[in-house]
Each structure stands twice: as structure tokens, then as C-alpha cells.
């Protein structure tokens, strides 16, 4: 476009999506990434990402249905690397609730927002991702990112004070995603013969949970941008809760899925991490966010990381003459995925035995 100024990362990365949008402005050229593979086929019909009763697990329930659902577990994690989990008992009246306080901390002024904003190289905090590696497009988002568990870890000033009930329901959400990250890691132990603390084990009683709130504005051209690029995640595994807004997609055998919205499900989805400690059994899926041309959308993404400084590796139980060793043991994976990731490249080689 003639006379519109090509503006460096650093200074679009300043400026809020939500703001461009209410302003009726363009998409910014580095926000530009899909021209041409707007087409590409999405799947939603043929098969779909597994639904997992977690309620199902419980000791109350025969030891053959626990031992069918663990299976369902196990092939759901080896083929899609993600799935839909139900049954967890937690309230779906505290998970609109948790909806609600994302949806209303966005929805507010741009100037009450800006007491939690961070700078364009920080991680915590109100905006969007510190600036990508030249030539990386950015995601037609925005975001507060906060620090949740252990709670020594937290930053209150970045908690923020209005909607008034934000703090209590994200305390409250840590601890319920605290106590369910104890339950899906059993589980996955379980699911593939190995002793069920494995996993708890490997990322430490003190392993960080990290808050994510993702807010998808609208786009008139949801074919030139992507609410967030294509990507694994370097966490161990991360929850995902969506609203009813689909958009998100995960990639499976050069497919992209939809990911359907369903109100009481959380979706677990397997990081780097899990993909090591499992010796490669489970995947670490590639998935990323559409723009949508009508409505805007939220997302609550939990982060599931092994503690700082602290070796993780492929669980020997799971090495064997049939399946060798795929990777070395690794600490602070996370970081380095970091530095792949504002390259647009995935970290995971980095790791291989
Ligand atoms: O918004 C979503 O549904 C997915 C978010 C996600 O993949 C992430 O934050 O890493
Ligand atoms: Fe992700």
C-alpha cells in the first residue's frame, strides 16, 4: 500500500490487535503469513481429536472400564499427541467463570489494561509476545501471561485488580489445574505400564504452571493472518480451555483438524517435554490458531513445565531393544524451544540422542 509506512516489530508490537481492530485498520504487513495456504484442507468430519471420562478413572469405577479408558488414553497420545478431557470435576459453572474474567479484563478500556502491560521484550504480563527474529510474521493476538504456580513465583502487580474477581478465580483455577495435572500425569504413567509417579517425578512437586489468556480478535481477512503461528509447545503438556469459538487446529499426518468446542472439556496437549520423557511414544503436536471474520475468541492455556534447572529424560521403561533412545536428557528445555521458536523452527532435534 502506497505511503503506509512499513513499521519495524518492535513499534506494531506496541500497539494492540484489539486496538488496530476497533480502529477498522489493515493488518499490518508482518502480521501478513497466509497468503496462500488459506485453502489448505481442514479436516473436522473424517475422525476427530479423542474425548477422554476422566470420571471414568476414578477407583469407583470397574478396574475393566479404567483399564479401557487408559488405552483410549494411551492411543489417543500416540496418534493425535492431545485430547479432549471430560469428567475432570471441575464445575462447568467455574469454568464459565473463568471465561468470564478473561472475556471481561479484555473487554475493558485500553488504558485500565495498560497497568498490566509489559515491555515488547518481556514475557509476564499484558500484550504480546516479545519481538520474533527478523522476518517472523506476528499473531493476530493479544495476551496476559502470568506466572501461577509455585506462588512464590508470582508477580501480583500483574495480577490484575479489575474485573474485581479476576485474582480469586485464577488462585482458584491454579489450584484446580494443580490437582488435575497430579491426575493426568497418573493417568498417562498408567497408560503405558509404568510406575504412576513417573512423570510427577520427573517435573518436580514445585514444576511451574504458567497462565496464558489468549484473546483472538476479529479479522475481515482471517486469509492473510493467523490468531497465532503454527507451533509445538515447549512445555511439558499444556491445558487448554477454549469458549465457544472454534479455531483452533492441530496438524496430524499433513491434515489440519479442528478442534471442537465443547463447554465442560479441557484439552490436554502433549509438549516437547512429554514427547522426550516418553521416548517419543507420545507426540508433541503442531497446532495453531485460524482468525475468524465474526467473533472474536478466548482461550485459557495452562503451562505444565518440569521445575527450573532440573534433568529431565526418557523414562527407561520405555526404551528397549524395539523402540532405543531418542533423546538425551535435557534441563530448561523450555528456553531453548524459546529461542527456535522466535526463529519459526521447532526445538526438538536439539534433544535427540
Ligand atoms: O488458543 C488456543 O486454543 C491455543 C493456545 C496455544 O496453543 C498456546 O498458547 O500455546
Ligand atoms: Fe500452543
Same mark, same amino acid.
Given at each position: 500500500m502506497a505511503g503506509v509506512p512499513l513499521l519495524p516489530a518492535d513499534v506494531l508490537l506496541s500497539k494492540r490487535v484489539q486496538e488496530m481492530v476497533l480502529n477498522g485498520e489493515e493488518p499490518p504487513?508482518?502480521?501478513?503469513?497466509r497468503e496462500g495456504d488459506a485453502t489448505q484442507e481442514v479436516s473436522s468430519t473424517l475422525s476427530s481429536i479423542p474425548i477422554i471420562d476422566f470420571s471414568l478413572l476414578s477407583t469407583s469405577a470397574p478396574s475393566s472400564k479404567q483399564e479401557e479408558v487408559l488405552e483410549q488414553l494411551r492411543s489417543a497420545l500416540c496418534s493425535w499427541g492431545c485430547f479432549q478431557a471430560i469428567?475432570?470435576?471441575?464445575?462447568s459453572s467455574f469454568l464459565d467463570e473463568i471465561r468470564q474474567v478473561a472475556r471481561e479484563f479484555f473487554l475493558q478500556p485500553t488504558e485500565a489494561k495498560k497497568k498490566y502491560a509489559k515491555g515488547v521484550t518481556d514475557f509476564e504480563g499484558y500484550g504480546a509476545d516479545p519481538v520474533p527474529e527478523e522476518g517472523q510474521p506476528l499473531d493476530w493476538s493479544d495476551r496476559l501471561f502470568l506466572d501461577a504456580?509455585?506462588?512464590?513465583?508470582? /508477580? #501480583? /502487580?500483574?495480577? #490484575?485488580?479489575?474485573? #474485581?474477581s479476576f485474582r480469586d478465580v485464577l488462585e482458584e483455577y491454579t489450584v484446580k489445574m494443580k490437582k488435575f495435572t497430579e491426575i493426568v500425569s497418573k493417568a498417562m504413567a498408567k497408560s503405558l505400564s509404568l510406575e504412576e509417579n513417573c512423570f510427577l517425578n520427573q517435573f518436580g512437586e514445585r514444576g511451574p504452571l504458567q497462565a496464558r489468556f489468549n484473546y483472538y480478535s476479529c479479522s475481515e481477512r482471517p486469509d492473510l493472518v493467523l490468531g497465532l503461528k503454527s507451533h509445538a509447545d515447549g512445555s511439558g503438556y499444556t491445558i487448554i480451555l477454549q469458549d465457544d469459538v472454534e479455531g483452533l487446529q492441530i496438524l496430524k499426518d499433513n491434515q489440519w483438524f479442528t478442534v471442537p468446542t465443547i463447554s465442560d472439556a479441557l484439552l490436554v496437549l502433549m509438549g516437547d517435554q512429554m514427547e522426550i520423557m516418553t521416548n517419543g511414544v507420545f507426540q508433541s503436536p503442531v497446532h495453531r490458531v485460524v482468525a475468524n471474520s465474526e467473533r472474536e475468541r478466548i482461550s485459557v492455556a495452562m503451562f505444565y513445565t518440569p521445575e527450573p534447572n532440573k534433568e529431565i529424560g526418557p523414562e527407561e521403561g520405555l526404551v528397549n531393544e524395539e523402540r532405543p533412545k531418542l533423546f538425551n536428557k535435557v534441563k530448561d528445555y523450555a528456553d531453548i524451544h524459546w529461542e527456535y521458536y522466535q526463529r519459526g523452527a521447532r526445538a526438538l532435534h536439539v534433544a535427540k540422542f
Open positions: 504487513h508482518l502480521y501478513v503469513c469428567g475432570h470435576g471441575i464445575s504456580y509455585p506462588e512464590d513465583r508470582r /508477580k #501480583p /502487580k500483574l495480577w #490484575p485488580e479489575s474485573p #474485581p
